[in-house]
């Protein structure tokens, strides 16, 4: 039989149990560990045997539903590193998790280009696990958005973080819902024509739940130190293998349509990635539409070239912070310096930073003006830079409204792939705070290390300030990340972002495949045009005033399709765009 347009294919997974007719067979990298043992609950404690590459496995009885663990010589009880559920949290029993017997509703579901992708970033836990997302998923679609973005899921320590403190890559976290509710999240999304992307963690494991070192100490390199502790050993083809195959799974198992893969630029061995990625594509039927995000400090656009389709641009929202709010400490000191010839670069080049050296920086990045301006990923907001700074204020409450409008519209008309952070489409006022779930000594090591990253911003100088900082491990402090859209201009905010939207699928989207920069010009301070060929030929000018004070400037004669006002000044807090054949 014919497999339905753009089924899964088979994955062989090396990591994992797999259910067998005889029972379920178990498997554990622990190279050089000896007297190994799973634990079954309710039944037998069987010894695992030596097999391939440092394997050990064993088979016995059980099928879907059983929960196991894995025992060291020295009786220290781990859950499976590639566990596919977890029944309790990371250090409780993994359980045996069949990854095929969801049935689909779309199954000839093949993704969208990547052209015509809208990013929607947004945290599960905040939104009400996947039955929140699923019941915004309507008004996310009438919007315009046509992905969203899920901040990593797997399985973390407590009930609450922002997922980067994962432990267990293979297991969704019970928190939000069950995998096969995380997989009609994904069917019902498909139901609206939207993808669904998923952040991934693959630089290092968090700080509590994580065994790997007991029994398997060769999956970390510790010569090499990354800000985490010892960096994972790259080098190692079962820790790549290992890696490689949860990106499968998430891919193949529950029909992701791509995923964004957290700095990579952690990643000691960036051969991992060009391999990985070509191995995803020769595993995709080849009219299934899936999409692979970086986030990459290095500014390096090889992988770009080599499999990726593009790359988070922090470049453009630093210089947009700078220019919207005046701050310049921390890493926006980079782009304090001439940062409307930073936005022009931007718009024109992608990067900003293509090889120079920051302040008190190294060199960073290369040239990107030969890639195509799809390959870059533009947003005003993300968790990052939201969720890392103090109090968790979003933009609104640190720029002038209408340079903040000037700005979305710019970010939303301009070629490159544009994201939303979950709320700002209705101007939503809450912070969006880090938070963790950690206890004891591991929880105050937290909130005091959290305060002591802000003792050198001028603001927290004073020690009783630093107190004021929310203590991530409260439960306040994540009931106060969650957003409405109860503020009185929400629906303004809303009728700006779908006006913008339904202006870019008509009139741009279309046309992004063949796009290529015709270069960008400063025409005052804070006041950028920059121009872009079509794909069908014709050519798109955005021109944009951040700043206070109407600019004289020399524009297109055109009617624009976005803005309006005198044809030889732009105004105040003002972007006008124009479409000419």
Known sequence: MTPQAGAARNVHYRFGPRIEADGVRFRLWAPGAEGLTVEIEGGPTVPLKPAEDGFVEATAPGGAGTRYRFVTADGHRVPDPASRRQAEDVDGPSVVEPIDAYAWRNDAWTGRPWAETVIYELHAGVMGGYAGIAAALPGLAELGVTAIELMPINDFSGTRNWGYDGVLPFAPDSAYGSPDELRGLIDRAHDLGLMVFLDVVYNHFGPEGNWLPTYAPAFFDAGEQ???????????????????????????????????????????????????????????????????????????????????????????????????????????????????????????????????????????????????????????????????????????????????????????????????????????????????????????????????????????????????????????????????????????????YKALLDLRVRRITPHLNDVRSLGADVLADRCVMARWRLGDGSRLTLAVNLGDTAVAADLPTAAPVYGEGAADKLAAFETRAWIES
């Open 226 to 496: 990354t800000p985490w502790g010892a960096a994972i050993d790259f080098r190692n083809p079962d820790v790549r293998r290992f890696f490689t195959e949860n990106v499968l799974y998430w891919l193949h198992a529950f029909r992701f349509d791509g995923l964004r893969f957290d700095a990579v630029h952690a990643i000691l061995d960036q051969s991992w990635l060009t391999e990985m990625a070509a191995e995803v594509r020769a595993s995709l039927p080849a009219d299934r539409h899936v999409h692979l995000m970086l986030e990459n400090e290095a500014n390096s656009p090889g992988p770009l070239e080599a499999g990726f389709d593009a790359q988070w641009n922090d470049d453009f929202h630093n210089v947009l912070h700078v220019l919207l709010t005046g701050e310049t400490h921390g890493y926006y000191e980079g782009f304090a310096q001439s940062p409307t010839e930073k936005l022009a670069r931007c718009l024109a080049e992608g990067f900003i930073y293509q090889g120079e050296t920051p302040p008190g920086g190294h060199p960073r990045g290369a040239p990107s003006g030969h890639l195509r301006p799809t390959a870059f990923v533009s947003f005003l907001q993300n968790h990052d830079q939201t969720g890392n700074r103090a109090m968790g204020e979003r933009l609104i409450a640190l720029a002038h409204p209408e340079a903040l409008k000037a700005a979305v519209a710019l970010m939303l008309l301009s070629p490159q792939i544009p994201m939303l952070f979950m709320g700002e489409e209705v101007g939503a006022r809450e912070p969006f705070l880090f938070f963790t779930d950690f206890h004891d000594d591991l929880a105050d090591a937290v909130r005091e290390g959290r305060r002591r990253e802000f003792a050198r911003a001028p603001e927290f100088a004073d020690p009783e300030r630093r107190k004021t900082i929310p203590d991530p491990n409260a439960m306040t402090t994540f009931e106060a990340s969650r957003w409405t859209d109860t503020a009185p201009d929400a629906a303004n905010w809303r009728a700006l």
